[in-house]
């Protein structure tokens, strides 16, 4: 497992000979962040996300209670699993950090063995709550985003262009005469195809932000943040051709002898005021008339 790879674990305690000792503890197994009171731990925790916060609950300034509240008042740190560290050994503190949300409590001194086997119980459930996430937001069968993973990304994405006034385009693309391709090629072979056509158009998308994904049947969407119509038309017209460079036989087709694609799209500019809603029935439109102008063809809106 590589350095970027291992788990992060944030270790707030007042203490220096603790936070000495538990960073020393668990540096073979996972990424350590240290800090020394509730205000470090607050801004470690925005700017590294670890996966876990072992959280002393005495601390001068902001004790542990208050630095948990904090954290889950803040949405980019609410969801991080805290364990509570404290020298109290009376159940009511232990009761009282549970009902905040805290997934566990270790009593000091503590013991480097039980540390160990619940930080390794805890990070367990957070990879396997992830991997449970990233299932809910991929299409079986493409493996691309699914809708509703489009449906957030697209929101956020959205209103983020609204406020900050940069581009955003969408592009929603379909197979043309996919359901002749079914029917003369049985479905095995149309999902072969689809999945193929998914592939390339997810590695036809140039920036970390872009995102691919399924929005039904044969139906993929693409998302551009930060990409303007000249240059969305551009990325689209590249996947359309490697899309046809494929040479996915369609003897059905009434279009082409292989696969294409037909493409509706649309960019919000600066000055554009309409809702997320309205631009994406705009690309819906344009796709429209991609496809009644003869398919096999990019009709594009502008903003």
Known sequence: MSFDDMQKVL??????INRM??????KPEYTVILAKNGAQTLERAARHA???ILLDLMMPDMDGYETLRQLRADP???HIAVIFISGLDRPEDEANGLRMGVADYIAKPFNATVVMARVALHLQVVRQRRMLERLAHVDGLTELANRRRFD???EAEWLRASRSKRPLSLALLDIDGFKLYNDHYG???GDRALRAVARTASNGMRRPADL???YGGEELVLLMPDTDAAQAQQVVCAICSEIAQLMIEHAASTVAPVLTVSVGGATLHEHGSET???MFEAADAHLYQAKQAGRNRIVWRQG
């Open 11 to 16: 270790v707030a305690d007042d203490d220096a």
């Open 21 to 26: 000792v538990l960073g020393e503890l668990l």
């Open 50 to 52: 670890p996966d876990l």
């Open 76 to 78: 980019q740190t609410a």
């Open 152 to 154: 957030e990304v697209y």
């Open 187 to 189: 479905h095995p072979a």
């Open 212 to 214: 691919a994904a399924r």
């Open 276 to 278: 997320a809603s309205a």
